[in-house]
Antibody, heavy 122, light 107 residues
Framework: QVQLVESGGGVVQPGRSLRLSCAASGFTFSNYVMHWVRQAPGKGLEWVAV????????VYTESVKGRFTISRDNGGDTLFLQMSSLTPEDTAVYFC???????????????WGQGTLVTVSS | DIQMTQSPSTLSASVGDRVTITCRASQSVSIWVAWYQQKLGKAPKLLIYGASNLEGGAPSRFSGTGSGTEFTLTISSLQPDDFATYYC??????????FGQGTKLEI
Protein backbone atom coordinates (compact mmCIF):
# COMPACT_ATOMS: atom_id res chain seq x y z
CA GLN A 1 0.00 0.00 0.00
CA VAL A 2 1.08 3.60 -0.54
CA GLN A 3 3.05 5.01 2.37
CA LEU A 4 4.59 8.42 2.87
CA VAL A 5 6.65 9.01 5.99
CA GLU A 6 8.00 12.47 6.77
CA SER A 7 10.97 13.13 9.02
CA GLY A 8 13.38 15.91 9.90
CA GLY A 9 11.13 18.24 11.83
CA GLY A 10 12.11 19.80 15.12
CA VAL A 11 12.84 23.05 16.89
CA VAL A 12 15.12 25.47 15.05
CA GLN A 13 16.16 29.06 15.72
CA PRO A 14 15.07 31.90 13.43
CA GLY A 15 17.42 32.33 10.50
CA ARG A 16 18.62 28.74 10.57
CA SER A 17 18.04 25.91 8.13
CA LEU A 18 16.33 22.54 8.22
CA ARG A 19 15.84 19.73 5.74
CA LEU A 20 12.70 17.62 5.69
CA SER A 21 12.49 14.19 4.09
CA CYS A 22 9.55 12.11 2.90
CA ALA A 23 10.19 8.42 2.34
CA ALA A 24 7.81 6.86 -0.17
CA SER A 25 6.87 3.23 -0.67
CA GLY A 26 4.17 1.10 -2.26
CA PHE A 27 4.18 2.80 -5.67
CA THR A 28 6.51 3.84 -8.50
CA PHE A 29 7.78 7.08 -6.99
CA SER A 30 9.33 8.42 -10.21
CA ASN A 31 5.92 8.50 -11.95
CA TYR A 32 4.19 11.03 -9.71
CA VAL A 33 4.36 14.71 -8.84
CA MET A 34 4.97 15.34 -5.17
CA HIS A 35 3.88 18.22 -2.96
CA TRP A 36 4.69 19.79 0.36
CA VAL A 37 1.72 21.29 2.22
CA ARG A 38 1.91 22.92 5.63
CA GLN A 39 -0.48 23.78 8.41
CA ALA A 40 0.35 26.33 11.08
CA PRO A 41 -1.04 25.59 14.55
CA GLY A 42 -4.81 26.09 14.53
CA LYS A 43 -4.79 27.30 10.91
CA GLY A 44 -5.79 25.98 7.52
CA LEU A 45 -3.84 24.12 4.88
CA GLU A 46 -1.26 26.03 2.85
CA TRP A 47 0.24 24.55 -0.29
CA VAL A 48 4.03 25.10 -0.22
CA ALA A 49 5.70 23.52 -3.23
CA VAL A 50 5.41 20.93 -5.99
CA UNK A 51 7.98 19.04 -8.02
CA UNK A 52 7.29 17.21 -11.25
CA UNK A 53 7.96 13.49 -11.53
CA UNK A 54 11.10 14.14 -13.60
CA UNK A 55 12.22 17.29 -11.74
CA UNK A 56 11.71 19.45 -14.84
CA UNK A 57 9.65 21.91 -12.87
CA UNK A 58 9.52 23.08 -9.29
CA VAL A 59 6.95 25.63 -8.15
CA TYR A 60 6.69 27.44 -4.81
CA THR A 61 4.20 29.54 -2.97
CA GLU A 62 5.28 33.17 -2.89
CA SER A 63 6.15 33.29 0.81
CA VAL A 64 8.88 30.63 0.51
CA LYS A 65 10.40 31.50 -2.87
CA GLY A 66 14.15 31.92 -2.59
CA ARG A 67 14.23 30.27 0.86
CA PHE A 68 12.87 26.75 0.29
CA THR A 69 14.01 24.18 -2.26
CA ILE A 70 12.03 21.08 -3.16
CA SER A 71 13.93 18.13 -4.60
CA ARG A 72 13.59 14.40 -5.02
CA ASP A 73 15.71 11.28 -5.31
CA ASN A 74 13.87 8.98 -7.67
CA GLY A 75 16.42 6.23 -7.11
CA GLY A 76 15.94 6.36 -3.37
CA ASP A 77 12.15 7.09 -3.44
CA THR A 78 12.54 10.17 -1.27
CA LEU A 79 11.24 13.72 -1.42
CA PHE A 80 13.04 16.60 0.28
CA LEU A 81 12.35 20.13 1.38
CA GLN A 82 15.39 22.25 2.17
CA MET A 83 14.30 25.23 4.25
CA SER A 84 16.56 28.18 4.99
CA SER A 85 16.23 31.61 6.59
CA LEU A 86 13.42 30.23 8.70
CA THR A 87 11.09 32.60 10.53
CA PRO A 88 8.48 31.97 13.23
CA GLU A 89 5.84 32.22 10.47
CA ASP A 90 7.22 28.95 9.05
CA THR A 91 6.17 27.10 12.20
CA ALA A 92 3.78 24.39 11.03
CA VAL A 93 3.16 20.71 10.47
CA TYR A 94 4.61 19.89 7.08
CA PHE A 95 2.90 17.18 5.04
CA CYS A 96 4.17 15.52 1.90
CA UNK A 97 1.55 14.39 -0.58
CA UNK A 98 1.44 12.44 -3.82
CA UNK A 99 -0.50 13.33 -6.91
CA UNK A 100 -3.34 11.04 -7.84
CA UNK A 101 -2.51 10.47 -11.48
CA UNK A 102 0.91 9.60 -12.92
CA UNK A 103 2.71 11.77 -15.44
CA UNK A 104 0.75 14.95 -14.76
CA UNK A 105 0.78 17.91 -12.41
CA UNK A 106 -2.93 18.57 -12.86
CA UNK A 107 -4.02 16.08 -10.26
CA UNK A 108 -5.33 16.21 -6.70
CA UNK A 109 -3.23 15.12 -3.72
CA UNK A 110 -4.41 11.56 -3.25
CA UNK A 111 -2.06 10.26 -0.56
CA TRP A 112 -0.63 12.13 2.39
CA GLY A 113 1.97 11.47 5.04
CA GLN A 114 1.27 11.96 8.73
CA GLY A 115 3.24 15.21 8.87
CA THR A 116 6.30 16.46 10.72
CA LEU A 117 6.27 19.47 13.04
CA VAL A 118 8.68 22.34 12.47
CA THR A 119 8.90 24.93 15.23
CA VAL A 120 10.91 28.08 14.61
CA SER A 121 11.68 29.73 17.90
CA SER A 122 14.58 31.25 19.77
CA ASP B 1 -2.46 33.63 -8.15
CA ILE B 2 -5.89 32.01 -8.10
CA GLN B 3 -7.73 32.52 -4.82
CA MET B 4 -10.30 30.09 -3.43
CA THR B 5 -12.99 31.60 -1.21
CA GLN B 6 -14.75 28.97 0.86
CA SER B 7 -17.97 29.47 2.81
CA PRO B 8 -19.16 29.20 5.44
CA SER B 9 -16.14 29.11 7.74
CA THR B 10 -18.16 27.29 10.39
CA LEU B 11 -21.28 25.22 9.96
CA SER B 12 -23.42 23.84 12.75
CA ALA B 13 -25.57 20.86 11.85
CA SER B 14 -27.13 17.71 13.22
CA VAL B 15 -26.90 14.03 12.36
CA GLY B 16 -29.14 13.37 9.38
CA ASP B 17 -28.94 16.91 8.00
CA ARG B 18 -28.08 17.71 4.40
CA VAL B 19 -25.28 20.27 4.23
CA THR B 20 -23.57 22.18 1.46
CA ILE B 21 -20.21 23.93 1.44
CA THR B 22 -19.30 26.35 -1.33
CA CYS B 23 -16.01 27.34 -2.91
CA ARG B 24 -15.57 30.19 -5.36
CA ALA B 25 -12.45 30.60 -7.51
CA SER B 26 -11.13 34.03 -8.45
CA GLN B 27 -10.90 32.86 -12.06
CA SER B 28 -11.97 29.81 -13.99
CA VAL B 29 -10.31 26.56 -12.91
CA SER B 30 -12.41 24.35 -15.21
CA ILE B 31 -13.22 21.21 -13.22
CA TRP B 32 -9.90 21.03 -11.38
CA VAL B 33 -11.17 21.20 -7.84
CA ALA B 34 -10.74 18.71 -5.03
CA TRP B 35 -12.35 18.45 -1.61
CA TYR B 36 -10.58 17.10 1.47
CA GLN B 37 -11.73 16.12 4.95
CA GLN B 38 -9.41 16.67 7.89
CA LYS B 39 -9.89 15.52 11.46
CA LEU B 40 -7.96 17.01 14.35
CA GLY B 41 -4.34 15.94 14.40
CA LYS B 42 -4.64 13.89 11.22
CA ALA B 43 -3.61 14.31 7.60
CA PRO B 44 -6.24 15.47 5.11
CA LYS B 45 -8.15 12.80 3.23
CA LEU B 46 -9.19 13.22 -0.40
CA LEU B 47 -12.96 12.99 -0.90
CA ILE B 48 -13.70 14.45 -4.33
CA TYR B 49 -11.47 15.18 -7.32
CA GLY B 50 -12.20 16.68 -10.71
CA ALA B 51 -15.08 18.59 -9.06
CA SER B 52 -17.43 15.62 -8.98
CA ASN B 53 -15.52 12.33 -8.87
CA LEU B 54 -15.81 10.41 -5.62
CA GLU B 55 -12.48 9.08 -4.37
CA GLY B 56 -12.37 5.35 -3.84
CA GLY B 57 -13.45 4.46 -0.32
CA ALA B 58 -15.24 7.76 0.30
CA PRO B 59 -18.89 7.30 1.33
CA SER B 60 -21.49 7.89 -1.36
CA ARG B 61 -23.25 10.50 0.80
CA PHE B 62 -20.50 12.91 -0.32
CA SER B 63 -20.93 14.56 -3.70
CA GLY B 64 -19.39 17.47 -5.55
CA THR B 65 -20.61 19.71 -8.33
CA GLY B 66 -19.44 22.72 -10.25
CA SER B 67 -17.19 24.02 -12.98
CA GLY B 68 -15.53 27.29 -13.85
CA THR B 69 -15.60 29.34 -10.66
CA GLU B 70 -18.38 27.90 -8.48
CA PHE B 71 -18.12 24.57 -6.67
CA THR B 72 -20.08 22.81 -3.96
CA LEU B 73 -19.56 19.86 -1.66
CA THR B 74 -22.76 18.26 -0.37
CA ILE B 75 -23.19 15.70 2.37
CA SER B 76 -26.61 14.17 1.88
CA SER B 77 -27.20 12.85 5.40
CA LEU B 78 -24.68 13.76 8.06
CA GLN B 79 -23.19 10.93 10.07
CA PRO B 80 -21.32 11.31 13.38
CA ASP B 81 -18.03 10.54 11.62
CA ASP B 82 -18.49 13.53 9.26
CA PHE B 83 -17.89 16.24 11.86
CA ALA B 84 -14.51 17.56 10.73
CA THR B 85 -12.96 20.39 8.74
CA TYR B 86 -13.36 20.44 4.97
CA TYR B 87 -11.10 22.17 2.43
CA CYS B 88 -11.45 22.82 -1.26
CA UNK B 89 -8.36 23.03 -3.48
CA UNK B 90 -7.86 24.13 -7.05
CA UNK B 91 -5.12 22.48 -9.12
CA UNK B 92 -5.82 23.95 -12.53
CA UNK B 93 -2.23 24.09 -13.75
CA UNK B 94 1.19 22.74 -13.00
CA UNK B 95 1.99 26.08 -11.42
CA UNK B 96 -1.08 26.74 -9.33
CA UNK B 97 -2.44 24.87 -6.33
CA UNK B 98 -4.49 26.79 -3.75
CA PHE B 99 -6.60 25.74 -0.79
CA GLY B 100 -9.71 27.42 0.50
CA GLN B 101 -9.74 28.65 4.09
CA GLY B 102 -11.63 25.61 5.39
CA THR B 103 -15.09 24.92 6.80
CA LYS B 104 -15.40 23.51 10.28
CA LEU B 105 -18.48 21.31 10.48
CA GLU B 106 -19.63 20.99 14.06
CA ILE B 107 -22.51 19.48 15.92
Amino acid sequence: QVQLVESGGGVVQPGRSLRLSCAASGFTFSNYVMHWVRQAPGKGLEWVAVISYDETYRVYTESVKGRFTISRDNGGDTLFLQMSSLTPEDTAVYFCARGGEPWTGITAAQYWGQGTLVTVSS
Amino acid sequence: DIQMTQSPSTLSASVGDRVTITCRASQSVSIWVAWYQQKLGKAPKLLIYGASNLEGGAPSRFSGTGSGTEFTLTISSLQPDDFATYYCQQYSSYFSHTFGQGTKLEI
